[in-house]
Nanobody, 115 residues
Framework: QVQLVESGGGLVQAGGSLRLSCAAS????????IGWYRQAPGKQRVFVAG???????TYADSVKGRFTISRDNAKNTVYLQMNNLKPEDTAVYYC?????????WGQGTQVTVSS
């Protein structure tokens, strides 16, 4: 069983930056793909960025060039560096590990970007 805890969210002005962390415990996630998702009020949860066990990354078009996902396997942690934040980035951000038999999700961290 993997437990995921997100942190690093907060209130920031448009154009600012935040770095989210997704810390895993219980089992190593170094061999797992990890994804960041977000859910804005009244909307569905959507994919933001993902990183494979060997470091390959993918991004939603809406965040390409602004967000960077990375991982530190020694710390069992995945990060999401968010730059040039926009009000439309406001959401609860969740990380997910591709574990078996079911995916593991964190509880989320709120990101609010003011205009």
């Amino acid at each position: 069983q993997v437990q995921l805890v997100e942190s690093g969210g907060g209130l920031v002005q448009a154009g600012g930056s935040l770095r989210l962390s997704c810390a895993a415990s219980g089992r190593t996630v170094s061999t797992k793909a990890i994804g960041w998702y977000r859910q804005a009020p009244g909307k569905q949860r959507v994919f933001v960025a993902g990183i494979t066990s060997d470091g390959r990354t993918t991004y939603a078009d809406s965040v390409k060039g602004r967000f960077t996902i990375s991982r530190d396997n020694a710390k069992n942690t995945v990060y999401l560096q968010m730059n040039n934040l926009k009000p439309e980035d406001t959401a609860v951000y969740y990380c997910k590990a591709d574990t078996w038999p079911t995916d593991s999700w964190g509880q989320g961290t709120q990101v609010t970007v003011s205009s």
